[in-house]
C-alpha cells in the first residue's frame, strides 16, 4: 500500500507539470501571434480600422466554439480530447498569416479563435481535476505558466520580427515545435474516466445558472486587466505628459506584475482561502483604480496600475476552479465562464475608448475603478466546500469521489 501510494504520488506530480506545460505552450502561441501582426496587416493589406474588425473575431469564435469542449472531452476522453484540441490550436498559429485579403484574415482568425477557447476548456477543466487530486490550489500557478508562455512567445516572435523574417515561416516553424511539446505534455495528464451515471452533455450547451454568476466576477477582473494593458501607455502618455518608452514600460510591468501574482497566487489561496483572497485583492485592484484616476504623476499611474495587475491576477484561475465545482459538467461550466470574460475581453478596450471619446479617459478608468470594487462585493460566489485530496489519479471510482471541491 505504501509503495502505491508514493506511485500515486509521483504520477500525480507528474501530471500537475505536465498540465502546467500545456498551459504555457497554449500562452506561447498567442504570444507567437501577437508580435507578427503588423506583419499579418500588412501582407494582407488591411487598414487600421480593418485590422481592428478582423481581431473581434477570434473572440468569435472562441465565444461560439467553447460550448461544443465538454460533449468532446465526453465523447474521445479528457486526455485524447485535450491531446487533439491543443494539436488543433498550435497548427491554427500558421493561418492568420497565410490570409491574402480581410475575409481570409477574419476567418483565418475566427478558426484560431475558435481552436484556442476550445483547448482552453479542456486544459483548465484537467487543471481543476489535477488540483482536486492534489489537494491544494494550483490554478494561480497554471495560468501564470500561461503567462511565462506568452512572454517566451512574444521574445522569440520580436527575435523573428527584428531579423525580418517572413511570419509564415516563423509560425510554421513555431507551430510544429509547440504541437510537438504539446503532445508529449499530454502523454503525462490526467485521464479521468467520467461516472457510469453521467450523461453526455449536449452537443451545444448554454452555461449553467452558476456559471454565469461566478462569471460575473470574472467579467470584472478580465475588463480591469483588458482595460489597463491596452490603454496604460496611452494614459501616460496622453493624461499625464509620459514618454513613449515610460509608456511602452508600464505596459510590459503590468504584464509582469500579472505573471508573478499568478505564480505565487496559489500559496495565497491556500492559506487565506479564495474568498478572501479575491476580496482583498478586490480592495487593492479598486486603490489602484483611484491611485489612477487622481494621480499627479506618470509614477503614481504606474504604481495604481501595478496594484490593479496585482488585485485582478487571480481572479480568473479561481472563478474556473469554482465554476468546475459549481455543477455535474465541469467543461460546460468552465465554457460558460471562458465565454464571458472572453467576451469582457472583447469589449472592455473599445468601452474605454468610447467613454474617453465622450468625456475623458480619467472617467474611463473611473468604471474600471467601480468594476474593482465589484470583486469585493461578489467574491463570496467562489465559496466551495474543502478540498478533499485522492491518491488514485485514474478511474471511474477516482472520478465519482471527485465532487464539488474547495
Given at each position: 500500500?505504501?509503495a502505491?501510494?508514493v506511485?500515486?504520488?509521483?504520477?500525480?506530480?507528474r501530471?500537475?507539470?505536465?498540465?502546467?506545460?500545456?498551459?504555457?505552450?497554449?500562452?506561447a502561441?498567442?504570444?507567437?501571434?501577437?508580435?507578427?501582426?503588423?506583419?499579418?496587416?500588412?501582407?494582407?493589406?488591411?487598414?487600421?480600422?480593418?485590422?481592428?474588425?478582423?481581431?473581434?473575431?477570434?473572440?468569435?469564435?472562441?465565444?461560439?466554439?467553447?460550448?461544443?469542449?465538454?460533449?468532446?472531452?465526453?465523447?474521445?476522453?479528457?486526455?485524447?480530447?485535450?491531446?487533439?484540441?491543443?494539436?488543433?490550436?498550435?497548427l491554427?498559429?500558421?493561418?492568420?498569416?497565410?490570409?491574402?485579403?480581410?475575409?481570409?484574415?477574419?476567418?483565418?482568425l475566427?478558426?484560431?479563435?475558435?481552436?484556442?477557447?476550445?483547448?482552453?476548456?479542456?486544459?483548465n477543466?484537467?487543471?481543476?481535476?489535477t488540483?482536486?487530486?492534489?489537494?491544494?490550489s494550483?490554478?494561480?500557478?497554471?495560468?501564470g505558466?500561461?503567462?511565462?508562455?506568452?512572454?517566451?512567445?512574444s521574445?522569440?516572435?520580436t527575435?523573428?520580427?527584428?531579423?525580418?523574417a517572413?511570419?509564415?515561416?516563423?509560425h510554421?516553424?513555431?507551430?510544429?515545435?509547440?504541437?510537438?511539446?504539446?503532445?508529449?505534455?499530454?502523454q503525462?495528464?490526467?485521464?479521468?474516466?467520467?461516472?457510469e451515471e453521467?450523461?453526455?452533455?449536449?452537443r451545444?450547451?448554454?452555461p449553467?445558472?452558476?456559471a454565469?454568476?461566478?462569471?460575473?466576477?470574472g467579467?470584472?477582473?478580465?475588463f480591469?486587466?483588458?482595460?489597463?494593458?491596452?490603454?496604460s501607455?496611452?494614459?501616460?502618455?496622453?493624461?499625464?505628459?509620459?514618454?513613449?518608452g515610460?509608456?511602452?514600460a508600464?505596459t510590459?510591468?503590468?504584464?509582469?506584475?500579472m505573471?508573478?501574482?499568478r505564480?505565487?497566487?496559489?500559496?495565497?489561496?491556500?492559506?487565506?482561502?479564495?474568498?478572501?483572497?479575491v476580496?482583498?485583492?478586490?480592495?487593492?485592484?479598486?486603490?489602484?483604480?483611484?491611485?489612477?484616476?487622481?494621480?499627479?504623476?506618470?509614477?503614481v499611474?504606474?504604481?495604481?496600475?501595478?496594484?490593479?495587475?496585482?488585485?485582478?491576477?487571480?481572479?480568473?484561475?479561481?472563478?474556473?476552479?469554482?465554476?468546475?465545482?459549481?455543477?455535474?459538467?465541469?467543461s460546460?461550466?468552465?465554457a460558460?465562464?471562458?465565454?464571458?470574460?472572453?467576451?469582457?475581453?472583447?469589449?472592455?478596450?473599445?468601452?474605454?475608448?468610447?467613454?474617453?471619446?465622450?468625456?475623458?479617459?480619467?472617467?474611463?478608468?473611473?468604471?474600471?475603478?467601480?468594476?474593482?470594487?465589484?470583486?469585493?462585493l461578489?467574491?463570496?460566489?467562489?465559496?466551495?466546500?474543502p478540498?478533499?485530496?485522492?491518491a488514485?489519479?485514474?478511474?471511474?471510482?477516482?472520478?465519482?469521489?471527485?465532487?464539488?471541491?474547495?
Open positions: 500500500m505504501a502505491e501510494t506511485l500515486s504520488s509521483d504520477r500525480l506530480r501530471a500537475r507539470f505536465a498540465v502546467a506545460a500545456v498551459f504555457c505552450v497554449h500562452g502561441v498567442t504570444g507567437s501571434f501577437a508580435t507578427r501582426i503588423p506583419w499579418i496587416q500588412e501582407h494582407a493589406g488591411v487598414s487600421a480600422g480593418q485590422l481592428g474588425l478582423a481581431l473581434a473575431f477570434p473572440a468569435l469564435g472562441a465565444s461560439l466554439a467553447m460550448p461544443l469542449a465538454g460533449r468532446i472531452s465526453h465523447r474521445f476522453g479528457a486526455r485524447t480530447a485535450l491531446r487533439g484540441l491543443l494539436a488543433l490550436w498550435t491554427a498559429l500558421v493561418l492568420p498569416s497565410l490570409a491574402p485579403n480581410i475575409w481570409g484574415l477574419c476567418a483565418a475566427f478558426a484560431y479563435g475558435a481552436t484556442a477557447g476550445m483547448s482552453d476548456v479542456a486544459m477543466a484537467l487543471g481543476v481535476e488540483e482536486n487530486r492534489l489537494g491544494r494550483i490554478m494561480s500557478s497554471l495560468h505558466m500561461w503567462s511565462v508562455g506568452a512572454l517566451l512567445g521574445a522569440a516572435g527575435v523573428a520580427a527584428h531579423l525580418g517572413d511570419a509564415r515561416l516563423h510554421l516553424i513555431a507551430a510544429l515545435v509547440l504541437t510537438a511539446l504539446g503532445l508529449a505534455c499530454c503525462y495528464v490526467l485521464d479521468p474516466a467520467p461516472a453521467e450523461e453526455a452533455p449536449p451545444f450547451a448554454l449553467p445558472k452558476s454565469l454568476v461566478i462569471g460575473a466576477i467579467f470584472c477582473a478580465v480591469a486587466e483588458g482595460a489597463s494593458l491596452d490603454w501607455a496611452v494614459y501616460l502618455r496622453d493624461e499625464l505628459g509620459g514618454s513613449a515610460l509608456a511602452a508600464s510590459t510591468a503590468f504584464a509582469l506584475t505573471a508573478v501574482a505564480l505565487i497566487g496559489d500559496r495565497v489561496v491556500d492559506r487565506f482561502g479564495a474568498v478572501r483572497t476580496r482583498v485583492g478586490g480592495v487593492a485592484a479598486t486603490l489602484g483604480g483611484v491611485m489612477v484616476v487622481v494621480a499627479p504623476n506618470s509614477a499611474a504606474m504604481a495604481g496600475f501595478g496594484l490593479v495587475g496585482l488585485g485582478v491576477a487571480v481572479v480568473v484561475p479561481l472563478a474556473f476552479a469554482a465554476a468546475a465545482r459549481s455543477g455535474p459538467n465541469p460546460q461550466a468552465i460558460g465562464v471562458a465565454t464571458i470574460t472572453y467576451t469582457s475581453g472583447l469589449i472592455a478596450p473599445s468601452a474605454i475608448g468610447g467613454i474617453a471619446d465622450a468625456t475623458s479617459l480619467v472617467l474611463s478608468f473611473g468604471l474600471v475603478t467601480a468594476l474593482a470594487f465589484g470583486l469585493v461578489g467574491a463570496g460566489v467562489l465559496r466551495t466546500a478540498r478533499v485530496p485522492s488514485a489519479p485514474t478511474g471511474t471510482d477516482a472520478a465519482k469521489s471527485a465532487g464539488p471541491v474547495g
